[in-house]
């Protein structure tokens, strides 16, 4: 089963609870959620690998780290995946971006995909798929799995929110794939939505219905 890994540093939890109020304008929200997805990517990246390199300095020389070859591919599962790929571009502005663009049937809430671009060589890469909610699990699970089509190197899965039913479900489809999350909410509404959540991300991020 994949790990699942909860996210509790004390910034991003205090950010997280402003973006949940109904209140919050959507140019805050956009500014929150850039600032945790940074914060985040922190944590995400802390197995990164270094090596060290002789460096000198104003005042001596020394052996200082620096990153392994890391070739990161950020993926963004649209349209909401994109307020996380900002501050995680702050963070990696080096990294390379795709797109995998989902919309949920209302109905069946089955994932329809419409758009999919990444970047070449996929196998030389190590993902970084965000999206910010882990609902019902159907989005980030079929995004994944097309993303493994391309056999990149590793992938991680970064979510705002989860929900059980998403974890299950994603675990059960994907269990080599880590998840990164600031919270694991409850439940889901009738809808789909997690609750009590912060209600539809895309929409808040947008300032769409």
Known sequence: MSE??????????HKL????KKGTSTAGFRRLLSEISLLMGYEVTRDMSVE???IDTPLAEMRAPILVGKKIALISVLRAGQGLLEGLLELIPLAKVGHVGLY??????????????????????DCLVVDPMLATGHSATAAVERI??????????LCLLAAP??????????PDVPLYTAAIDPELNEKGYIVPGLGDAGDRLYGTA
């Open 104 to 125: 949920r049937d209302p109905v069946t809430l089955d994932a329809i995909e419409y758009y999919f671009k990444l970047p070449e060589q996929m196998s030389d890469r």
């Open 52 to 54: 060290y390199l002789d």
């Open 165 to 174: 039913p998403g974890i299950q479900y994603f675990h059960e489809q994907h």
């Open 17 to 20: 609870t402003h973006m949940r």
């Open 148 to 157: 493994k089509e391309t056999n990149p190197k590793s992938i991680k899965f």
């Open 4 to 13: 699942v890994h909860l996210l509790e540093h004390p910034l991003i939890q």
